[in-house]
């Protein structure tokens, strides 16, 4: 029975070994795990592919969602920017009604400027002297009083009416008019002393003695603490000279071009500013001491109180420029006038303006009034203060002809 046993034994692993190469249980167990396996990898990439296809899907989705609210807002802001700038116009518009009642309210109340302007003009013309033909003309404008002086003398030095010299000058006063004032009396007096002086050269004035000397004479008579700019030609047939403090100015028509025969005297020039800092002052706002407009002018005695310091090194001094040319066949005119004028025209603007209106046949009588006119700043729609600061001064202005 052993045997038997045995051989049976022998025989079933035969058996079992012949169904493994033939594709038996154990053939078929391996195929399947590598059937299972390439399922599983089918289900993960599956899987995968899926989620990717699912982000793919939102990613579209929040660019698309981001898109519509990009094309809201930029929709919005469209509108939004018509309503923004039609808002900043109202608000501009309320701003600049605001500043100009405050200001008229300020200057009112100060009594510096009128509710509105006197447009009286007051304009002469001086036919004497057939060497000159000269006018002057002259508004209050927005200012409550007026405190610009002239001076024209075509008889020069000695009241011969057929003299070939002419002075002319131009006194633009602030804080009162009385400095303005005693300067058109005592000019031309200096200027004949100080030409007298000069004999041997008659014909030239020694005007910084002259602006000098008066500045003198100002501090004994002035009863207020008024100051004013000066501007002064002399005209001989030979030369036309300028002396000037302050930012009236004197131009010469030649040949159609503006000659400047001044330069203005502001606190925020380099060389005056030097001066105004090493005397103790400041320059603010372009003023002296945040105060006073110009750094060079006639009186103003309180800036000039330094006793330590000499009349030329004053924080204000009357020390003028002076410039010097000789005539030539193309000179035409000579125009002085304060900054009134000046604020709105510069010189070649004033020079082609007066130029037009004479080649239209205007009289300069005429052409000093109308300058007057157009330089004046208009009122606010309705009545009311200035629109612009430009304009809202005193005028003065002289032509004179160089017949």
Request: proline residues 2%; hydrophobic residues 35%.
């Amino acid at each position: 029975m052993a045997p038997k046993n045995k051989k049976g034994k022998g025989n079933n692993a035969g058996n079992n070994n012949a169904k493994g190469k033939n594709g038996g249980p154990a053939a078929r167990t391996k195929k399947q795990a590598e059937a299972e396996e390439f399922e599983r990898v089918l289900a993960d990439l599956s899987k995968v592919t899926e989620a990717v296809g699912r982000e793919r899907a939102e990613q579209h989705r929040r660019d698309e969602q981001a898109r519509r609210g990009r094309l809201e807002r930029l929709q919005e802001s469209k509108k939004g920017g018509i309503e923004e700038e039609f808002d900043m116009m109202l608000r501009r518009k309320y701003q600049k009604q605001h500043f100009q009642q405050l200001l008229q309210r300020l200057l009112t109340t100060q009594r510096l400027y009128l509710d509105a302007p006197n447009t009286d003009v007051n304009c002469e013309e001086i036919t004497k002297n057939k060497h000159f033909g000269v006018a002057v003309g002259e508004m209050q404008g927005w200012r409550a009083s007026m405190e610009d002086k002239h001076l024209v003398d075509v008889t020069f030095p000695d009241g011969a009416e057929d003299s070939e010299e002419g002075l002319f000058c131009v006194f633009d006063g602030h804080s009162g008019k009385e400095c303005a004032e005693r300067c058109s009396e005592l000019f031309p007096r200096l200027a004949r002393l100080y030409l007298a002086r000069n004999k041997g050269s008659c014909s030239v004035i020694n005007f910084e003695s002259v602006f000098m000397e008066a500045d003198m004479l100002l501090e004994q008579q002035l009863t207020d603490q008024s100051g004013c700019t000066a501007v002064s030609v002399h005209i001989t047939p030979q030369r036309i000279t300028c002396a000037s403090v302050g930012d009236s100015r004197a131009v010469l028509c030649r040949e159609g071009s503006a000659v400047a025969l001044s330069e203005d005297h502001k606190p925020e020039n380099t060389l005056e500013r030097e001066r105004i800092e090493a005397a103790g002052g400041t320059v603010s706002d372009n003023r002296v001491n945040g105060q006073l407009a110009m750094s060079r002018a006639m009186g103003d005695f309180s800036y000039k109180m330094q006793k330590n310091l000499d009349s030329r090194e004053q924080l204000v001094i009357a020390v003028p420029d002076t410039i010097s040319v000789e005539r030539e066949n193309g000179d035409a005119f000579v125009v002085l006038a304060c900054d009134g004028i000046f604020d709105v025209l510069n010189n070649q603007e004033l020079i082609d303006l007066i130029c037009r209106k004479k080649a239209e046949g205007k009289t300069n009588k005429q052409i000093c009034g109308e300058i007057c006119h157009e330089c004046l700043a208009p009122p606010a729609e309705g009545g009311g203060f200035a629109t612009r600061s430009e304009g809202t001064d005193n005028m003065t202005i002289i032509i004179v002809d160089l017949n």
